[in-house]
Nanobody, 111 residues
């Protein structure tokens, strides 16, 4: 059974940084793309960043240059380093591997 668990969210001041972690169990992340999404108004999910099996990364326009996605295959973990955080980055962030989703981790950017 595949499980996806996010962690690393919290409260940070504008301009600060957080690193989110996505730990996958039950299947190796070597064999699939891992995506980070975030919840947006209307109960929708916006794709924030993704990393493929080969290590190719893609980012939403609004986070380019601020967020970095990376993977550690040995730990079966994908990270989302978020720098220069803005209040508009406040929401719940989700990790997705193949068709499996975690429960999310909450990020609040506020002074």
């Amino acid at each position: 059974q595949v499980q996806v668990v996010e962690s690393g969210g919290g409260l940070v001041q504008p301009g600060g940084s957080l690193r989110l972690s996505c730990v996958v169990s039950g299947r190796s992340i070597r064999f699939g793309t891992v995506d980070w999404y975030r919840q947006v108004p209307g109960d929708q999910h916006e794709l924030v960043a993704s990393i493929t099996m080969s290590g190719t990364t893609n980012y939403a326009q609004g986070v380019k240059g601020r967020f970095t996605i990376s993977r550690d295959n040995a730990k079966n973990t994908v990270y989302l380093q978020m720098n220069s955080l803005k209040p508009e980055d406040t929401t719940v962030y989700y990790c997705s591997f193949v068709s499996y989703w975690g429960r999310g981790t909450s990020v609040t950017v506020s002074s």
